[in-house]
């Protein structure tokens, strides 16, 4: 059964063991876990293969499942976000660390026939800024030419 007191967010320093009394009530636990920003399993390499059932099922509640490790830091990098499913998060699709972290201070907005004269030194085609750019599937710094002059 999901105790509401232990579905509570807790911050620091903090164990809880629950003690199961064979596979079947221990997937049952973890079904019933809310979404978590970690999970961790600790196995030993003989361990694996039942392990990867609980790991697949970990991957659904929490944004960064660990092996044998404990989510003490997070490093600013690509590979690494800091969410997971709701409540850990409000927004599952989006992390607070790592390079994806702009993602939440990010609207997109398409400039559709916008006016060369008023776009934003960003956007515009001589790339004055030497952006590097994702035009039509490639990177590039280059200045873009219109293949069709506009009158």
């Known amino acids: 059964n999901a105790d509401p007191l232990l579905q509570e967010e807790v911050f620091g320093p ?3 063991v ?4 064979d596979r079947a009530q221990l997937l049952a ?3 019933n876990l809310q979404g978590q920003l970690t999970a961790t399993l600790l196995a030993e390499q003989e361990d694996l293969g039942e392990a990867n059932e609980l790991a697949q099922l970990l991957i659904h509640k929490a944004g960064r499942v660990l092996f044998n490790g404990y989510p003490t830091g997070v490093e600013v990098c690509e590979a690494m976000v800091h969410g997971g499913p709701y409540p850990a ?4 699709r989006g992390t607070s660390v790592g390079t994806l972290a702009i993602e939440r201070f990010l609207r997109p907005v398409c400039l559709q026939n916008y006016p060369a004269a008023l776009l934003p030194p960003a956007l515009q085609d001589s790339n004055p800024l030497n952006l590097l750019r994702l035009v039509n ?5 280059a200045a873009l030419h219109s293949p069709v002059a506009m009158k």
Do not use: Q
């Not at 629950?18 to 009394?21: L, P, R």
């Not at 599937?137 to 710094?141: I, L, V």
């Open 18 to 21: 629950v003690e199961v009394a």
């Open 137 to 141: 599937g490639e990177y590039t710094r």
């Open 29 to 31: 636990a973890l079904e």
């Open 89 to 92: 998060t409000s927004d599952p």
């Open 14 to 16: 903090v164990a809880i």
